[in-house]
């Protein structure tokens, strides 16, 4: 198994499977890195950019871009992503506290004067993207008045050498931090890790109530390490590339954005905090990590491995039958699919109520049987097309409370969620499926 530790052992695991392109021009950080990753998204290999057009750092981006990955990144094959990180939510292990003499992340300090954003490669995305925004960073924070530190995932737009804006989402413990600061006219610290053990970044994208670094030593099966900031008390993974340090002031707020968001659209700049940046610190050759937004990358840590082991608990309570479920990325998010081997025939049914009850997100879902790859868009297709009989097999649920971004939702998230029975009925004319057995070629040529 691939000792993975920090982003460098990941990126070489993925190359060792085929899993990682490698750029052997300059590119440039300003819409040509967004322009190559989306170009790389269907492959499922991760990008990375040695040479950027006037930084001295390279990018990599969909790092988490596919399932292969993810896989490689966790440990555990593709089948049982779900399963192995509903078992490890359920045994945190908490971090190890190292010195700054063992910590990669503070090889290079730069404070005052010397702290520059400009100089780090923020690539500007998407074409209408409101200018270079770090995508790609796992915000580290902390109560002002308490031990309580959480992980989380936030834009952050570039506004000047120490500057920039954050937009935080209502339902992150971010937002609770913030808001008990700023209720008292004080600053809160902050820190961003950019670059890291990718179990870091799948923990950035969990709501649990403890410290997300628990939950990626959970994955590892071992401490994580990490070391007090430098202006600071919090604590930032010891071998991410990059950190940043600061502080959210209190009673500012800034146009931020617009960014490529998860549902493959624009979103409109939103009035955010500002955080001014006390500190830069980086590893020797440290690389920059970004993620595409709408990418399947920024889907998957946002709403396929944070909701995929709640959505296996909630339809495995209705049916015993069920074998896995998906949420694939190619559905931003809304799209549940779950595979069952059925024993009545209202079953599925039942199973597409249980999954819409799981998350908000979830307003369509597809119920398949054991013979279908839920994991193959092709397979499920297929099923769809073989196996619906409409008037029987598709019904709806007005009035529901959806995701506000939704752009088939009102502005307060209502809508209408389908379910799909694409089971095959006990009165089909069509029982059994062609299948051909696999060969391998090389025993032909």
Known sequence: ???????????????????????????????????????????????WFPQVKGKPFGVCGNMLGSMDSIAVALGCEKSEITDFLADRLEHPIQPRLVRREEAPCQENVLLGDDVDLAKLPVPIHAPKDGGPIITGGVIVSKELDGPKQNLSFQRMHVKGKNKLSIMINEWRHLKEFYDAAEAQGKALPIAVAIGADPVVYVGGGLRYDGDEMEIAGAIRGRPMDVVKCVTNDIHVPAEAEFIIEGEILPGQRELEGPLGEFTGHYSAPWNSPVIHVTAITHRNGAIYQTINGASFEHINLGNVLPREPLLKKFTTYVSTGVINVHIPPYGSGFLALVRIRKKNPGEPKNVALAAMMTYVNIKNVIVVDEDVDIYDPADVMWALSNRVVPEKDIFYVPNAQGHELDPCSDERGVQTKMGIDATLSDESRCLERVRYPKVDLNDYQ
Do not use: C, N, Y
């Not at 198994?1 to 950080?29: C, N, P, Y």
């Open 1 to 47: 198994m691939d000792q993975i530790h920090d982003l460098r052992s990941f990126m070489a695991a993925l190359e060792a499977r085929g899993l990682l392109f490698t750029a052997k021009k300059e590119v440039d950080w300003d819409h040509e890195i967004g322009s190559l990753i989306a170009t790389l998204e269907p492959s499922g290999r991760a990008g």
